[in-house]
């Protein structure tokens, strides 16, 4: 075989390369599209094999020094371009040490954790010295070349390089193919009917702990199934850099007349081919049987309009006297009679010319003591009172000092016969201090463009809640365009803007109309998530999501603009079969008043009423639950497939409405078996 010149013998290799593993620029622009790590795997045997059946066509032994030096640098060359390669599809899946010990630290109180923990370990220790190995291979490899002239020179000891393959395919323990093979043990240790060995793999044993621990899951930023699908390619990933450094050490070692290696190298070729398989087959297994939600974990400190978002004086206490709250000005009856009223007046001048006027409903009156000492809070704040000291010693609220000086408030007797009472009750009263508007409106994804929702969180503007999508370009094989991802602005319209209407633009709460549907929403097969919408069922909100189809293969929406659709839960409380069931909480106090950690504590097909703070602890001044506004978009960004509303709190607390996504089953997309024929290869 004659030998190429300069630069033209490395681009050699770099256009075989290109061509076999889909490259659309041979002079080193990223590639365009992601490849599997399986499909990548088998683009690199046949580049492999190509190579083999080059060095055993050319006489090795014929060879003169340039030409030998020639093949050297064509093997090189591969090593640059495949290490590309795998580095970009490393930047997809990647799991971390650190979200590996978060892993840990989550599952730690489990009874099984110490395999799984030790397990996990030692995964992470041989990864990151096959990691090393590899990275040790290139940087011998870049750094070996004098690039300041035309003529690239070889700077590089042969003995530096010929030492360090030498070890990679050594049959000690502490080699590339040893390494490999200890990683296999952990992942799919079942391979060997009667071994001692036989049992669970990772993926098995943490789809079990994760299972058992889903209440911690949420500290992970991937579903279960999605942290296994990443792990798994992380895993894959880390063989076939290993697969890749031992078919170059025997290129290599052949070049620098070592020997042969043609059947080292064919038998490394099906037992890479075989472990393949048996990892794909206990992912798949897995994944099938892992749960795909998730969801945010309380903060560590709360921040109101970044952690959470709240709804303001939508039933809030209010002390009125009975004489107010009948057009009689008559105290004929008692607090109880009047559990749907409004104020009708300031009888005198007394208490109520001194306190803001509740100018909506005032509902579920009730009697406390006749007399009390009331704080009412600073004029710019949402509460009505700070607190309030009745005659009998009960306090509503937190008793502390009083900024403006507390106020003495007596009920008192007419004509001996009636007494006009100080009722406590609720005001519904919409007004500029109340934030109790949901946007209506559709929010989608720029599906023209062929984008997805990849997150979701809730934010308020201008008063009004949204649902605030995360999106981003989809790509070949569920891929996500990373470049493209962003957070779509939500529409800024105002309440009082003329072109805006209730019922249409948006929803208000109301003491008759202040539930919210509990609900987890999942796609049919084959399709993805592309919007969200809140509508009305009733007197409820209620959650809708957009799903689209998509061609995974080529990674396009198909259709977007005909066959989206629109996909909820209808299921009311009125329904005669499975009504939807209410969530009640009990007592609730502010929920960022409790250092425990919110726990899930709904299921899909609630639904839970808008309610005030406890009146005990808090003189029912707040609006309960918060809503959770973490984004809940997973991190590395991935498909979705569905989303849910849910709640989340600890008992006597409000706790919190929070989102939940659905992770885009790849389990159908796991592959049990190599990619690659002999056929295909010849």
Not at 383 to 412: F, P
Not at 419 to 431: A, I, K, T, V
Not at 608 to 616: E, K, Q, R, V, Y
Request: aromatic residues 8%.
């Amino acid at each position: 075989m004659c030998a190429r010149s300069g630069a033209g013998r490395v681009l050699g290799w770099y256009v075989i390369a290109a061509v076999i593993l889909g490259h659309n620029d041979v002079r080193g622009v990223e590639v365009a599209t992601v490849i599997g790590s399986l499909k990548l795997g088998s683009e690199i045997l046949k580049l492999f094999y190509s190579m083999w059946n080059e060095l055993e066509t050319a006489n090795m032994a014929g060879m003169r020094l340039p030409e030998l030096q020639d093949k050297e640098q064509d093997v090189r060359a591969m090593i640059v371009e495949v290490s590309r390669h795998l580095e970009r599809l490393e930047e997809q899946h990647a799991v971390t040490s650190a979200m590996i010990t978060n892993l840990q630290n989550d599952l730690r109180a489990l009874p099984d954790i110490i395999k799984v923990d030790r397990n996990l370990d030692t995964l992470t220790d041989l990864m990151n010295r096959v990691d090393t190995s590899d990275t040790q291979l290139n940087r011998y490899i870049q750094r070996g070349y004098n690039n300041e002239t035309d003529d690239a020179k070889w700077q590089l000891e042969r003995h530096t390089l010929e030492d360090f393959v030498t070890t990679v395919v050594s049959h000690g323990p502490s080699s590339i193919r040893g390494l490999l093979e200890r990683i296999h043990s952990i992942v799919a240790p079942n391979e060997r009917k009667g071994s001692r060995l036989r049992g669970p793999g990772i993926f098995a044993q943490l789809t079990r702990a994760m299972h058992e621990s889903r209440s911690n899951m949420c500290n992970l930023q991937q579903s279960p199934q999605q942290l296994l699908y990443n792990l798994y390619n992380s895993v894959a990933i880390t063989e076939l850099k290993g697969y890749a450094m031992m078919q170059f050490s025997w290129m290599l070692l052949r070049l620098y007349n070592k020997g042969n290696f043609t059947t080292e190298a064919e038998l490394m070729r099906e037992r890479y081919q075989e472990t393949t398989v048996q990892k794909a087959a206990a992912v798949k297994e897995a994944m099938q049987s892992a749960e795909r939600d998730m969801w945010r974990c309380d903060p560590r400190e709360h921040k109101e309009g970044e952690t959470y978002v709240e709804l303001t004086q939508l039933l809030q206490g209010h002390i009125q006297n009975e004489v107010d709250m009948n057009g009689d000005s008559t105290c004929r009856e008692n607090c109880a009679y009047y559990s749907y009223a409004k104020s009708h007046g300031c009888y005198h001048s007394q208490v109520c010319a001194r306190q803001p006027r509740c100018n909506g409903k005032l509902v579920d009156c009730q009697y406390i003591d006749s007399d009390m000492w009331v704080c009412q809070a600073d004029s710019i704040s949402d509460r009505r009172y700070s607190w309030i000291e009745y005659k009998n010693g009960r306090i509503l609220g937190k008793k502390d000092s009083c900024e403006r000086g507390k106020t003495k408030v007596d009920s008192w007797w007419r004509w001996l016969f009636w007494h006009c009472s100080y009722c406590f009750c609720l005001c519904d009263e919409q007004g500029p201090k109340s934030d109790r508007y949901f946007n209506l409106r559709e929010v989608k994804a720029d599906i023209a463009n062929n984008k997805v929702v990849t997150g979701l969180r809730f934010v308020k503007v201008n008063r009004v809640i949204h649902l605030q999508i995360q999106e981003a370009g989809l790509l070949p094989r569920g891929e996500i365009n990373m470049t493209s991802l962003q957070w779509r602005p939500v529409d800024d319209y105002r309440i009082s803007d003329s072109d805006v209407y209730n019922g249409k633009d948006y929803h208000t709460l109301s003491w008759e109309q202040r539930a919210i549907d509990l609900d987890d929403l999942t796609a049919p097969n084959g399709f993805i998530l592309t919007g969200v919408r809140f509508r009305r069922v009733g007197t409820h909100l209620n959650l809708e999501i957009m799903v689209t189809p998509l061609n995974f293969t080529v990674g396009t929406l198909d259709k977007p603009h005909q066959k989206s659709v629109w996909h909820g839960n209808d299921n009311t409380d009125a329904s005669l079969e499975a009504p939807r069931q209410r969530l009640r909480i009990s007592n609730p106090d502010v929920p960022i008043s409790t250092n425990d950690g919110s726990v899930i504590d709904s299921r899909s097909d609630q639904f839970l009423l808008f309610t005030h703070s406890d009146i005990n602890t808090d003189a029912a001044q707040t609006t309960v639950p918060f809503l959770d506004a973490q984004p809940v978009a997973p991190d590395p960004p991935t498909l979705l497939a569905g989303a849910g509303i849910y709640h989340k709190g600890r008992f006597g607390y409000g706790g919190f409405i929070g989102l939940k996504v659905v992770t885009y089953d790849f389990s159908n997309h796991v592959q049990a078996r190599f990619p690659i024929t002999e056929d295909e290869v010849n």
